[in-house]
């Protein structure tokens, strides 16, 4: 992406999208290279304060945090139960009847090699 063909807002959506899609944080340089920005860095900065500052001051549910030397999309807390309730995991599993076998020679045979079992 070359910053004299493109607006700051273009330039905005395209960072916003590289944040959204990673899952760690991305530092500046990398979305300087991605983007392909090679002169100037101080619209870069704009577009990222920008976008930092859009974010932060809304009523959204996710936010622009600078993290380990990166910026990164993340929950607010206060969705924290909403989100832990969306990735709750039955944890109650029941094991096959194989499986169960499996364990009780396990158990049983201790120790045991693989070939035994």
């Not at 493109?6 to 999208?17: F, P, W």
């Not at 704009?46 to 030397?69: H, K, P």
Request: cysteine-free; glycine content about 4%; proline content about 2%.
């Amino acid at each position: 992406m070359n910053e004299d063909r493109h607006t700051i807002e273009e330039l905005k959506s395209a960072i916003e999208a590289i944040l959204f899609v990673s899952a760690k944080p991305i530092t500046k340089n990398t979305i300087q290279k991605v983007l392909s920005i090679n002169g100037n860095i101080e619209l870069l900065d704009r577009a990222l304060q920008d976008l930092i500052t859009e974010y932060n001051n809304s009523e959204r549910g996710i936010f622009i945090r600078e993290v380990a030397g990166g910026y990164q999309v993340a929950s607010r807390e206060q969705y924290g139960d909403i989100i832990k309730r969306l990735f709750q995991e039955n944890r109650r599993r029941n094991l096959s009847r194989h499986a169960l076998e499996t364990l009780a020679v396990i158990a049983y045979k201790q120790p045991i090699t693989l070939a035994e079992i």
